[in-house]
């Protein structure tokens, strides 16, 4: 059984060596525990965030904090898919952070897990305008969209965004909004039909709206 503060602990200190060792612990045992490891893995990017806004950390360090939880996701991924059924399996969606916003470490955590749920991800990247996303959807008729931002003024953006599908006629589209600065009350503004903090929300979400949409 894996000492979940530990990892989350090695993950806040950035120690990749114990973080990459504890998590091939995991897989090694048959990956049951993959989503307390996951869960692990996420208290420690909080302590990470925690110390960055403290100023004990600095840029370079969250993008070294983001490419090992990439690492982290890429070794459990096998074991993520907790249903084993496949209900994200051949479904495509699109991902993007959006436009005035250049963060894309969340993006890339939640890009990797649905993949690992069996969606085919079309990433748009960063700074991402509304008639980008209107015109990815339209090309691919894409039923499922996740709009990720860390700034503020995010929420902006994703209201833009979330207007702009529906004045395409795409208000079937489903909307589900990420990031540090998203809430229940930003998911009223923006329109959003959902809103998550966590990859693990993304993804579950995302899975049950394939399902609903048959997509």
């Known amino acids: 059984m894996i000492d979940c503060n530990a990892l989350a602990e090695a993950m806040g200190e950035l120690d990749e060596d114990a973080v990459v060792s504890i998590l091939n612990e995991v897989m090694d045992d048959g990956g049951a525990e993959a989503q307390d490891a996951m869960t692990a893995c996420q208290k420690g990017m909080d302590i990470v965030g925690s110390r960055f806004e403290e100023g004990e950390y600095f840029v370079g360090d969250l993008i070294y904090a983001g490419e090992l939880m990439t690492e982290a996701v890429g070794i459990l991924k096998d074991a993520l898919v907790t249903d084993g059924d496949g209900e994200g399996s051949k479904t495509k969606m699109i991902l993007c952070t959006v436009k005035d916003d250049l963060h894309d470490i969340g993006k890339n955590i939640v890009k990797a897990m649905l993949e690992a749920a069996g969606f085919e991800v079309i990433d748009l990247g960063i700074d991402v305008p509304p008639e980008m996303v209107v015109k990815a959807v339209a090309k691919d008729e894409i039923k ?65 709206w394939a399902l609903e949409l048959g997509a």
């Open 144 to 208: 499922i969209v996740a709009l990720s931002g860390v700034l503020t003024l995010a929420i902006d953006s994703m209201k833009n965004t979330i207007e702009a599908l529906k004045q395409a006629g795409m208000s079937d589209v489903k909307v589900i909004i990420g990031g540090a600065p998203v809430s229940q009350e930003a998911m009223d503004i923006t329109g959003a039909d959902e809103w998550a903090h966590s990859p693990q929300k993304t993804v579950n979400t995302c899975k049950a």
